[in-house]
């Protein structure tokens, strides 16, 4: 009963005529926004397996006023939506469908044809948007099937990267978009009146916030353009024009525009509440901003995809000088952040330990993947009394006498670039399918922001040439900023790659 | 002022291309990797800069810009 449909349903009662969502080519209201999804809803259930739950559905659309109205479709028929990037490599596309097992694929007419000319075997129903929305509205079989939705059923699924070179599907509950949309509703003082500049994919879980955000209030949310993002001189007044008054972007989107220096020709007007989350945001162009707005509340959010967004958040309440680290913060409610040391006792104050979640934003786990799935969503160990499922995300934390915690880096090989979450060994993985190619090792450049691919390779290889291969099977923003060939790798005792030892030959040559 | 030979040979210079012939003028440049995107800033304002035109919010987001002579047909607009 309890699903963000019925939340939804009481903002189209409310708000009928707000406008919920507005793309380059036009908006909706939130009643138009329930019609059309209803109808939608109609044609995807008649598609669907006869008496199963939680059929998941594919939505392969460009960022756009179609999407929404897809997801809330889907969500309609009691199933969980699976966003895909519309850039996404084919290859990476089908080995995600191998493993989601849609009833259907949602795209456009483009997407379709794409789909189609790959020659690939998609193994499920490809449908168009276009067609879905002219469907017969069977509001009897959503609502019985509402009715019969439990709260702990997933809402959607979200990919990830993965070390073993396939992407991993996140679930995510009803409840844990809603007590995540509860929080952010009181503490940031969304209403009908925000509006929301989107600047994230919907297959990146930050866009639950903006359109969560709006649905439950009557906001409105803009879908502002990708392409406005590499220029930020145009960014601002298109936020003016749309009188945006909320954003939550990645830091790489806030740096650019710190270090464009428009802020200092042209202000969003309108703009209050500047959130951030995806990376470290660096205190120096989080001060341009901040002089720039200096009425703006600004705070820095922290969770990975396998829980609701975020479950660290820290309001931005002193000065900061340019080099100092900006705090993650504090627990969000409903969420309980535990650093554990490695022997698994809690952590001191100041003393560093992974940073690791329990409350019911923690995801339900790897769609299909239940030995990946036992590995990172696991039992509390400080809890003998009752099943407690923590998510241990990885990174490294300690917290401040005051209780805020502070991000200290990663424990294995997984980074953040561009707000984008990576894995060295996805990218391994996928290079090997270069021809040519024998073996290869990925390291992050932390001081020039790139990935550096050494490879050990029967032919010749230009990184433009390699990288066009690449593109085939894995996201654009993994693709390595270097490439550099080796004769042979330094081994460690186990004949594994030296890591350590490549990382330092590295260096010394850099220099 | 021939706007495809100048636009081009900025890129070949800024990109370090160099003359490899598989850039042509209507090689998609970033898709074929001739170009990221932090490159398509450096464009627009060369652009902007080198023709003394604006290229609007609006552009950006109507007219594929992702070959040289898709980048020329903007400039002509403007001049």
């Known amino acids: 009963m309890n699903t963000v449909i019925a939340r939804f349903k009481d903002t189209v009662k409310k708000f009928p005529d707000n406008i919920a969502v507005e793309d380059m080519d036009g908006s909706m209201t939130y009643r138009e926004l329930d019609n059309v999804s209803e109808a939608a809803a109609g044609g995807i259930i008649s598609l669907l397996p006869e008496g199963k739950r939680n059929v998941p559905v594919m939505v392969y659309l460009p960022r756009s006023v179609a999407s929404v109205a897809s997801f809330l479709a889907v969500l309609k028929t009691g199933g969980p939506y699976v966003p895909v990037d519309y850039q996404v490599p084919l290859k990476r596309f089908l080995s995600m469908t191998a493993k989601v097992g849609p009833a259907l694929i949602v795209t456009d007419e483009d997407g379709r044809e794409r789909l189609r000319d790959s020659g690939l075997d998609w193994g499920t129903e490809i449908c168009l948007y276009g067609e879905l929305i002219q469907a017969r509205p069977r509001p009897d079989e959503t609502a019985k099937r509402l009715d019969g939705a439990v709260d702990t059923d997933p809402a959607y699924i979200m990919h990830t990267s993965g070390s073993t070179g396939e992407p991993k599907g996140v679930v995510i509950s009803h409840r844990g978009i809603e007590d995540y949309a509860d929080w952010l509703i009181e503490e940031f003082g969304i209403d009908e009146t925000s509006v929301f500049g989107l600047q994230s994919g919907f297959h990146f879980d930050n866009c639950v916030l903006d359109m969560y955000g709006s649905l439950f209030t009557g906001g409105k949310m803009v879908i502002i353009p990708e392409v406005l993002f590499m220029y930020p001189t145009k960014l601002i007044p298109f936020m003016n024009e749309r009188k945006i008054n909320t954003v939550f972007w990645v830091p790489t989107v806030m740096i650019s525009v710190a270090n464009s220096g428009v802020l200092g020709e042209i202000r969003p007007e309108y703009l209050s509440t500047v959130l951030f989350a995806g990376e470290v945001m660096p205190a120096r162009q989080l001060n341009v901003w901040r002089r720039a707005m200096p009425d703006c509340l600004y705070a820095n959010l922290y969770g990975p995809t396998e829980i609701t967004v975020d479950c660290l958040f820290y309001v931005v309440d002193r000065e900061f000088s340019d080099g100092e680290a900006i705090p993650i913060g504090r627990d969000c409610p409903n969420s309980r952040v535990l650093l554990l040391k490695e022997d698994g006792s809690l952590a001191g104050v100041g003393e560093e330990g992974e940073i690791c979640v329990v409350g019911c934003g923690v995801g339900l786990g790897y769609w299909n993947e239940p030995e990946l799935t036992a590995r990172a969503f696991v039992q509390n160990p400080l809890n003998k009394k009752y099943r407690e499922i923590m998510y241990r995300t990885g990174d490294i934390g300690y917290r401040t006498a005051e209780g805020l915690v502070m991000y200290v880096g990663r424990r294995d090989n997984q980074f953040k670039l561009r707000g984008n979450r990576i894995e060295l060994g996805e990218i391994e993985q996928n290079s090997l399918l270069v021809p040519g190619v024998e073996r290869v090792c990925a390291l992050f450049d932390g001081e020039s922001q790139e990935i550096v691919l050494f490879v050990k390779a029967k032919t010749e290889l230009t990184l433009r040439k390699f990288n066009l291969e690449l593109k085939k099977y894995i996201p654009k923003y993994m693709l390595p900023g270097r490439l550099v060939v080796v004769e042979d790798f330094p081994y460690n005792r186990n004949n594994k790659i030296d890591r350590g030892a490549l990382k330092e030959i590295y260096l010394s040559k850099e220099n | ?79």
């Open chain 2, 1 to 79: 002022m021939d706007v495809e030979k100048t636009i081009e040979e900025y890129i070949r210079d800024a990109f370090e291309i160099g003359d490899d012939p598989e850039l042509t003028r209507d090689t998609h440049l970033f898709d074929e990797g001739f170009v990221d995107s932090l490159g398509a800033l450096q464009i627009v304002r060369f652009l902007e800069e080198t023709f003394s035109i604006q290229i609007t919010q609006k552009d950006l987001v109507l007219y594929p810009m992702n070959t040289i002579n898709e980048i020329a047909a903007v400039v002509h607009e403007k001049i």
